[in-house]
């Protein structure tokens, strides 16, 4: 994984942009596949059900797990306060949340594995989809990609007493352009640092005001495309991959994730019959 990730915003010319804007409902429509392995997880405030965070859902082999966040969930797991995923049928009850949390103990890294029993695997299943190992990516990155934000915003979801109403946010953005020097706790080799600008347009080019995404930590970031010369005439579905997971944002500065290569070694550190299979993927990472 390359250390120098800060960039700038690839220059683009008038015919750059109308490009990617006719391109983009492609290539998110070619994507969707991607909302049935991120859920939302859900918790108690004084007693209601609140959105919480996002997370990924991720397999090695038979051994099933949710990417997240673990800032305050550390917290949340050592009080035993009730975590749930969303159930997915409807009419059914809300998934109650065990099996054993990880976390690494380096609070910049900010990331927690949750190991998922087999009957909460069948309660997901089919309707959710666990990523792969070949969904995910720890190779070097260039300024010149665009990053899709894919979770679960807290103020996209309605929650009443009949029902939960998730709304899936899509967030894309390049790379943070800003000065990163002092910058709180940014590490280049730990995290991936995104633009996150006030002003945005939606998926037709339509002027909008960037959404906030507050109850989006854990969730995944992808790297989508590389602009580079007939990108739009090479570009397939499997160019998406996961190569962070979110955990911090400020609203018309940035985005911070931390690289998924650290979920990766988590699994690795504590699950050595895992190892083989993913040092035979990703090849020294453990």
Request: hydrophobic share 40%.
């Amino acid at each position: 994984m390359a250390d120098d990730t800060n960039g700038t915003k690839p220059a683009l010319v008038p015919e750059q942009e109308q490009l990617i804007r006719n391109e983009w409902i492609r290539i998110l429509n070619e994507c969707a596949d991607l909302d049935s392995s991120t859920v939302q997880v859900f918790g108690f405030q004084n007693g209601n059900l609140v959105a919480d965070r996002t997370g990924v859902l991720f397999r090695v082999g038979e051994s099933h797990f949710l990417i997240t966040a673990a800032h305050k969930l550390v917290d949340i797991h050592g009080l035993n306060i009730p975590l749930f995923l969303p159930p997915s049928q409807q009419d059914a009850s809300p998934i109650s949340l065990s099996g054993r949390m990880l976390y690494t103990k380096d609070r910049r890294v900010d990331i927690a594995v949750w190991e998922l029993p087999q009957s909460i695997v069948e309660q997901l299943l089919p309707t959710r989809t666990f990523l792969g190992m070949m969904d995910v990516d720890l190779q070097s990155h260039s300024p010149k990609e665009l990053y899709l934000i894919l979770g679960y915003p807290s103020s996209c979801t309605e929650i009443t007493a009949e029902a939960v109403r998730p709304t899936v946010l899509k967030y894309v953005a390049y790379i943070y352009s800003g000065d990163t020097d002092g910058l709180e706790n940014f590490d280049p080799s730990l995290h991936i640092l995104l633009q996150h600008d006030r002003d945005g347009r939606d998926a037709t080019g339509q002027p909008l005001l960037s959404p906030t995404i507050q109850g989006m930590s854990g969730c995944g970031i992808w790297r989508l495309l590389e602009l580079k010369p007939a990108w739009n005439q090479t570009w397939k579905r499997s160019d998406a991959k996961l190569v962070a997971i979110q955990n911090r944002y400020i609203h018309d500065q940035y985005c911070k994730g931390t690289w998924v290569k650290y979920a990766i070694r988590l699994i690795g550190d504590n699950f050595p019959q895992l190892r083989p299979a993913l040092q035979l993927r990703f090849n020294g990472i453990l």
